[in-house]
């Protein structure tokens, strides 16, 4: 199955973000992007890709003992940005440090369970809220997401989530998340 680790924003986080995204999809050019669908937004901590039925037992002991050895902390949506001219991104504010530990602890929980990664590259917290499958100027998108500023929440848990690809190959169709597993931050948990 397609895995990953993630932290998924509140309800209420998302709702003060779908606001903005009503507005982006207002812009020129907007019905050219594919956009994220709201229950699909989280902050990718680590992407493991197909990982092995047989090795997921394993992978979720290790993030559970991950999710426990790191505190709660607050966090934010803040401003914006793009990665080339394919991507569209939401970023993020407050404890960002912790936020890439648990993201290093949930690498390495993988790697140490026998999950195949990629290379290792410094976590850059961000949400994706659209894709272009050509160039395209994201400029007029990040100057409206420029002064976007959520309202402060604390992560609270890790989550592993399963990604279903679309197949059935309709123009439009998104992939669907599904959370398979959740543990509480902290040694409270």
Not at 53 to 69: C, G, K, N, T
Not at 82 to 111: C, K, N
Not at 127 to 145: E, H, I, K, M, Q
Not at 154 to 161: D, H, I, M, P, S
Request: include cysteine; aromatic fraction near 8%.
């Amino acid at each position: 199955m397609r895995l990953f680790a993630a932290v998924l924003p509140p309800e209420d986080v998302t709702a003060e973000l779908a606001a903005v995204v009503d507005e982006l999809g207002e812009l020129p050019g907007a019905e050219s992007l594919r956009w994220t669908g709201r229950p699909g937004w989280h902050f990718t901590l680590a992407f493991y890709g197909e990982v092995d039925d047989a090795l997921v037992p394993d992978l979720s002991a290790r993030l559970e003992r991950a999710a426990h050895r790191t505190d709660p902390f607050a966090l934010e949506l803040r401003a914006g940005g793009h990665f080339g001219r394919r991507a569209l991104w939401v970023g993020a504010t407050g404890d960002v440090r912790t936020m890439r530990l648990l993201a290093e602890r949930s690498e390495a929980a993988a790697r140490k369970a026998g999950v195949p990664m990629e290379e290792h590259r410094r976590y850059h917290p961000h949400l994706t809220v659209a894709r272009s499958r050509g160039p395209a100027d994201f400029a007029p998108y990040t100057a409206l997401l420029n002064d976007f500023a959520g309202r402060p929440w604390t992560v609270a848990e890790l989550c592993l989530v399963r990604s279903n690809l679309p197949r059935s190959g309709v123009p439009g169709e998104r992939p669907r998340y599904e959370t398979i597993a959740r543990w509480a931050l902290g040694s409270g948990g």
